[in-house]
């Protein structure tokens, strides 16, 4: 994400999460990331707003370079790497469900 332009409002959003160290966070009311949707397509998953207001459509175009939704704060080849890493945790859990344990 990338910093604050005004010193005094990345001062107010560092007093209230002082993690994001002037960066965009999106965390005042968290609408933004409320309004995240996930749908999976086999082997892909999508991202997709549900709500649209002024400022969130003024942070999507924002958010958006070289025709990707870095919205996350991660590019799709982290975003990749996460799955391949959650891979074998993802299919235990899922042969569990499968098999009727918890």
Wanted: glycine share 6%; net charge positive.
């Amino acid at each position: 994400m990338p910093r604050y332009r005004n010193p005094d409002y990345a001062n107010f959003k560092v007093s209230i999460n002082p993690a994001n160290r002037g960066f965009w966070d999106l965390r005042v009311s968290g609408e933004y990331y409320r309004g995240i949707d996930v749908s999976i397509f086999g082997s892909k998953v999508f991202f997709k707003q549900r709500f649209s207001n002024a400022k969130i459509d003024w942070l999507h175009d924002r958010l958006i370079w070289n025709g990707q939704n870095q919205a996350l704060g991660i590019t799709d080849e982290q975003f990749y790497d996460v799955q391949l890493k959650n891979k074998p945790k993802i299919k235990v859990r899922l042969e569990n469900i499968i098999n009727g344990a918890s």
